[in-house]
């Protein structure tokens, strides 16, 4: 019963094209996130943000952007598609930080992800 | 620096069999450990959340154990069923990150047969 959803699930597309992935949850929670997997590999965290109008840069340096204009809604863009960004990414959202709650038990989500392919 | 750490990387069981996967960790200041069930293609999906304070947790026919002191963690699956083919990963969050950081282990790509 994911309250995180991602689309499209899968996506295939050339070189050069402009995509966008995206992600929405019914959950407020504040705080959200895109991963990047590659197979057999662990997550890695690409960006996150804070809230509404906050947005950064995690770990692993992407050349896609984020935004979080809305709570519930955190779109991933590509400007310019290229093999290399073929990778399956994963959105999640988590209620950490959250007024009254526990800061060592919180729900984590993720979204069942996007699997990308660039030819 | 901040590492956790799965073994084995990889697992055959048979159908019905009982199997316990390992997760070490280096990341401090703890604050709690999930493991959770990737199905191929899918995201991630929680089985289970231990903070300090706790040494054993169970969701059905998984049974996870933390141990603080030594930093180590298992995840015990009984009675083994095909469904329950995926990889487990575990993932540590440290208590000084304003962002509810988590740090990911490869995982366990288990596999049972019938």
């Known amino acids: 019963e994911a309250d995180i959803y991602q689309t499209p699930r899968y996506l295939v597309i050339g070189t050069g094209k402009k995509i966008t992935l995206e992600c929405s949850q019914t959950?407020?929670?504040?705080?959200m996130y895109w991963y990047q997997q590659d197979p057999g590999m662990e997550l890695h965290l690409i960006h996150y943000?804070?809230?509404?109008?906050?947005?950064e840069k995690g770990d692993l340096s992407s050349e896609s952007t984020v935004s979080r204009i809305r709570t519930e809604h955190f779109p991933l863009t590509l400007e310019s598609a290229r093999p290399s960004h073929t990778s399956q990414y994963l959105c999640?959202?988590?209620?950490?930080?959250?007024?009254?709650?526990?800061?060592?038990?919180?729900?984590?989500?993720f979204g069942s992800g996007t699997r990308l392919t660039v030819v | 620096k901040n590492q956790v750490e799965q073994s084995p990387q990889s697992l055959i069981i048979l159908e019905g069999k009982n199997c316990t996967l390992q997760?070490?960790?280096?990341?401090?200041?703890?604050?709690?450990l999930r493991w959770y069930k990737q199905d191929t293609g899918r995201g991630p999906v929680s089985l289970t959340i231990m903070t300090f304070s706790e040494n054993t947790k169970s969701n059905g026919r998984y049974t996870a154990t933390l141990d603080a002191d030594t930093k180590q963690s298992s995840l015990h699956i009984t009675a083994s069923q095909l469904s329950d083919s995926a990889s487990y990963i575990c993932?540590?969050?440290?208590?000084?990150?304003?962002?509810?950081?988590?740090?990911f282990g490869r995982g366990t790509q288990l596999t049972v047969w019938p």
């Open positions: 999640a959202s988590s209620e950490f930080g959250r007024k009254g709650l526990p800061l060592a038990n919180y729900g984590y989500t």
């Open positions: 997760c070490n960790y280096t990341v401090s200041p703890f604050s709690n």
């Open positions: 993932v540590v969050s440290d208590r000084g990150s304003t962002l509810g950081r988590l740090y």
């Open positions: 959950m407020g929670h504040d705080k």
């Open positions: 943000s804070y809230g509404v109008n906050s947005t």
